[in-house]
């Protein structure tokens, strides 16, 4: 077992864990390959995320798989990246399933070719009865434009009457949100040395903890997604609140 899995405290675990998987390019570049060797190179980074998680019985993972802003990159790697979604996809659903896991996707779903739709369609329908995790893919998946759909979609309900302006509070709004059945994110992690968000869950992560990790995505592990659920138990999470108020409650 690992040493750094045994200094978790299975008490004290995030209910929802986020990961902006960033490298793959740069660790391609590094070994003189193309950027599509280093995205072919990254489903053991994805499997080490999935297993941890569910190892130490995290129940929501959310994996930025493919922005908003990712369909403006060259066609070929494009095309590589959604090819190589649909071939991780055929591989890996019966693993997911056998592990009990429940999978999602959020994001702008109708820009995907046919292909890659329907076989996210066909996992997560595969998966819909799972119950001891839940695996959360963004695909063309952008935060800005959620949010702006909400705001529309909450307009348009006010102007025919389903709500009252005045009862817009922060739970309704969520409720129009792709994550209105997942917890808000309590960890955020992103690899690659870079210090951003880039569009990613921007309402769900007000109160998360972040964590930005200098390692290159097809290189993470299951040993270091445990030490950033370490580093993670050894915040003081206050909410707005003190320490001192925390400590009493």
């Known amino acids: 077992m690992s040493l750094i899995k045994n200094k978790i405290d299975p008490d004290n675990l995030p209910k929802h864990v986020a990961v902006i998987m960033d490298g793959n390019g740069r660790w391609a570049k590094s070994r003189g390959e193309e950027r599509t060797f280093g995205h072919k190179n ?40 959604m090819n190589l979604l649909v071939e991780t996809l055929l591989l890996e659903a019966e693993e997911i ?17 046919p292909l890659v739709k329907d076989q996210l369609a066909r996992v997560v329908e595969l998966t819909k009865e799972n119950a001891k995790g839940n695996l959360v893919l963004a695909i063309s998946y952008g935060s800005q434009n959620e949010i702006l759909n909400a705001v529309k979609n909450i307009s348009e309900d006010v ?54 990790l200098d390692v290159l995505w097809p290189d993470f592990t299951k040993d270091i997604f445990f030490q950033c659920i370490v580093d993670y138990q050894n915040k003081e999470r206050r909410f707005g609140k003190t320490g001192e108020q925390i400590k009493i409650q």
């Open 42 to 81: 990254a489903i053991d980074a994805v499997r080490n995320a999935i297993n941890a998680c569910n190892e130490i019985h995290i129940p929501y993972l959310t994996l930025y798989t493919f922005s908003s802003e990712n369909w403006n990159r060259p066609a070929e790697e494009v095309n590589t990246l």
């Open 159 to 212: 102007k025919d009457g389903k709500i009252n302006a005045a009862d817009i509070d922060e739970k309704l709004f969520e409720s129009y949100l792709y994550t209105k059945d997942f917890p808000p994110v309590d960890l955020l992690i992103r690899t690659s040395g870079e210090i951003r968000i880039s569009n990613f869950l921007l309402w769900q992560i007000a109160y998360a903890e972040l964590q930005f």
């Open 97 to 113: 399933f056998s592990k009990g896991l429940r999978m999602h996707v959020i994001g702008n779903l109708e820009k995907l070719p």
